[in-house]
């Protein structure tokens, strides 16, 4: 049973271009999370998906992010006009359902922005 | 506001024990998970406790105390390849995880 995938591992991109980070859930759930992170600090939540459905985005900043998971297909974090401090990891989770479930990450994105 | 504390760093010497802390003030509580985290990967998950009291799962230990926002985890017989970080996160609502800055254990032979 293959894990939480997540491509590409590494992306650099130039201030302005955009960013694409794609995450295909465990076999069998349909709820997805992504959390950002900067060195030597926690995890940070972003954004909480179901197939179609986004539940939860109040981490997330208002501009040049948005996040969808469509019903078929990998989940897809987009950053537009990308910034130096949008430089992080980029994790996605999965669960089998939202509530009460542990939560399955993936390898991470690692973006790096010049 | 939500607030996990864990110490930044800590070193323990191979076929030792070791106990990390992390303490929590936050809105909600769910559960608090232990994940470890080796340079560049994923966090793994390592434990879930919602009661009070000690889960064993073989060599790893995790204990929460609810009343007192306090949890830790207990490493036996560390290994080399327990060097890593290990995150403390509290669940506040149904889903949403509230994560600490982690606590990179080096081990030394």
């Known amino acids: 049973n293959a894990g939480v995938m997540q491509n590409p591992r590494h992306l650099v991109r130039r201030r302005g271009q955009e960013a694409r980070l794609r995450c295909s859930p465990m076999?069998?759930?349909?709820?997805v999370y992504w959390y950002r992170q900067l060195p030597e600090e926690g995890l940070k939540f972003m954004v909480y998906l179901q197939k179609e459905n986004i539940i939860d985005e109040s981490g997330m900043p208002k501009e040049r992010f948005s996040a969808e998971f469509p019903k078929e297909g990998p989940s897809i974090l987009r950053i537009q006009q990308v910034v130096r401090g949008d430089s992080a990891a980029y994790f996605c989770?999965?669960?089998?359902?939202?509530?009460?479930?542990?939560?399955?990450f993936g390898p991470g994105t690692r973006l790096l922005v010049l | 506001g939500q607030n996990i504390d864990q110490p930044t760093e800590m070193t323990a010497t191979e076929g030792a024990i070791v106990q990390i802390n992390c303490t929590y003030q936050t809105s909600g509580f769910n559960g608090l998970f232990w994940y470890q985290q080796h340079a560049g990967e994923a966090p793994t998950f390592l434990s879930y406790n919602v009661l009070d009291g000690l889960e064993e799962k073989g060599r790893f230990s995790s204990f929460l105390s609810r009343s007192k926002g306090y949890s830790y985890l207990l490493l036996k017989e560390l290994q080399m390849k327990d060097s890593a970080s290990y995150l403390c996160?509290?669940?506040?609502?149904?889903?949403?995880?509230?994560w600490g800055a982690g606590t990179k254990l080096i081990i030394k032979p």
């Open positions: 076999k069998g759930h349909s709820h």
């Open positions: 989770a999965s669960s089998r359902q939202g509530s009460q479930e542990t939560q399955y």
């Open positions: 996160a509290v669940r506040v609502s149904n889903y949403q995880l509230i």
